[in-house]
Every structure is written in structure tokens, then in C-alpha cells.
């Protein structure tokens, strides 16, 4: 079976382009989240969706960030414009039933670095 | 304040000696922990769960939940080169978030 997946793995822009992040969760998961982890701050919770709506977005760093689920297939994240801070692996990750049980599935991450 | 506490690391052992690792979480409602195993440039996988006090076996993994004192640990067994990875802590919230921790590195060497 197919895991999460994202693309594109790795990007590299200029501070002040928009970049969108894509992700594809696992057949019949209702649960999706997108996290963010730099050596700082470790893997930080961006925002989750349950059922394609979006549940809690108050790890969202601010208004350039947004984050969208059209479908239960489909998600994007979005920065725009996009600031040198915004470096770091962005991981999306799904789940079936939420987190009690702890079992997040991740994707292999997007890593981007902003110039 | 940072929920979920670990030590950065690195831990250094040597092969086949018990590696331990420990996490302080600060929601005393937390009711599920989870550890996490992340190999350099991978994602994060599950390899552990605990929901009640006490010790929880699986393999060479043992998991420890001590609520009152709000500390989970992990031992690892024989420690192999391959146990070579970050362990993240990951602490269930309300709302049906995970709060992790920022990682131990945990070194085995031959």
C-alpha cells in the first residue's frame, strides 16, 4: 500500500516567492496534519484536519501561512510570501481515528530552504 | 514553555549495553504516550505506545509511564548500531494533538 505522499521533496526559493506543498494521505485515513521541524524548534504542529476541515490551525506561524484540503486525497500548504525562517522539513502526516492510539503516518517530508 | 521535555543528547553507548532515554511531559491530563524512532533524513516512526503506569514490553523496547511524576521513559536493550536515531517523546493532548519533544540523539557504537 502507498503511504503518505509529498512533494516536492526538496525546494529551494527566493525569500519573497510563494511555495505550495502538496500531500496525498493514506486511503480512508480522516485525520491529516501538517507538521514543521528545524533543530530549534524540533516537529511542531502546523494545523490538522479531520474529515477535510480544518479542526485547530493555532500552530500556524501567521497569515502567510495557509493550508487547504479540497478532498479527502488532497491537501496543500502554502506560504506566501515566503521569509529565509520559513527553512525547515515540512511533514504531513494522516491517521485513522485521530491520535489516541499514537499512530501517526508521516510522509518522507518536504524539505525547503528559502534564500 | 516547551510541553514535552528531552534531554538533545547525543547519547553515546556502547553496542549491546542499555541505552535509556526519558521525557518529562507537563499536561497532567495526558492519558496516551508514544515513542518515535527518526533516522537521519527520514521521517518519524512509531515504535511504541504506553497508557497506563508502569512498564510495557515489546522486543528489545521497554517502555516506562510513571503519571504521578509525569516521566516516560524507553529502554532499549543490546543496544545495536542500527538502534541509531533521534527518539522523539510524543504526548496525547486534548483536541487530538501530538506534542512531541524535541528529540534524543542516541548513538551505539561498535
Known amino acids: 500500500d502507498a503511504g503518505v505522499i509529498q512533494s516536492p521533496r526538496h525546494e529551494v526559493t527566493e525569500m519573497g516567492q510563494e511555495v505550495t506543498l502538496r500531500c496525498k494521505p493514506i486511503?480512508?485515513?480522516?485525520?491529516l496534519f501538517w507538521y514543521r521541524q528545524t533543530m530549534m524548534r524540533g516537529l511542531e504542529l502546523l494545523i490538522y484536519?479531520?474529515?477535510?476541515?480544518?479542526?485547530?490551525d493555532s500552530g500556524m506561524p501567521e497569515d502567510r501561512f495557509s493550508a487547504k484540503m479540497p478532498n479527502a486525497s488532497f491537501s496543500t500548504l502554502k506560504i506566501q510570501p515566503s521569509e529565509p525562517r520559513d527553512s525547515a522539513v515540512y511533514f504531513c502526516a494522516s491517521s485513522f481515528r485521530g491520535t489516541y492510539t499514537g499512530e501517526l503516518f508521516f510522509g518522507e517530508g518536504s524539505r525547503l530552504t528559502v534564500l | 514553555q516547551k510541553e514535552v521535555e528531552q534531554n538533545s543528547g547525543p547519547l553515546s553507548v556502547p553496542e549491546g549495553a542499555i541505552a535509556s532515554l526519558n521525557c518529562t511531559y507537563s499536561d497532567r491530563v495526558s492519558q496516551s504516550f508514544f515513542w518515535y524512532r527518526q533516522y537521519s533524513g527520514k521521517s518519524p516512526e512509531l515504535i511504541m505506545s504506553?497508557?497506563?503506569?508502569g512498564d510495557k514490553e515489546d522486543g528489545r523496547f521497554t517502555a516506562q509511564l510513571n503519571k504521578a511524576s509525569q516521566y516516560v521513559s524507553l529502554l532499549i536493550r543490546d543496544s545495536q548500531p542500527s538502534d541509531s536515531a533521534t527518539y522523539l517523546c510524543?504526548?496525547?493532548?486534548?483536541?487530538?494533538?501530538?506534542?512531541f519533544g524535541g528529540g534524543t540523539r542516541l548513538m551505539v557504537k561498535p
Open positions: 510524543a504526548v496525547h493532548n486534548a483536541g487530538n494533538m501530538l506534542t
Open positions: 484536519f479531520n474529515n477535510n476541515v480544518p479542526i485547530d
Open positions: 504506553i497508557y497506563s503506569n
Open positions: 486511503s480512508g485515513h480522516d485525520y
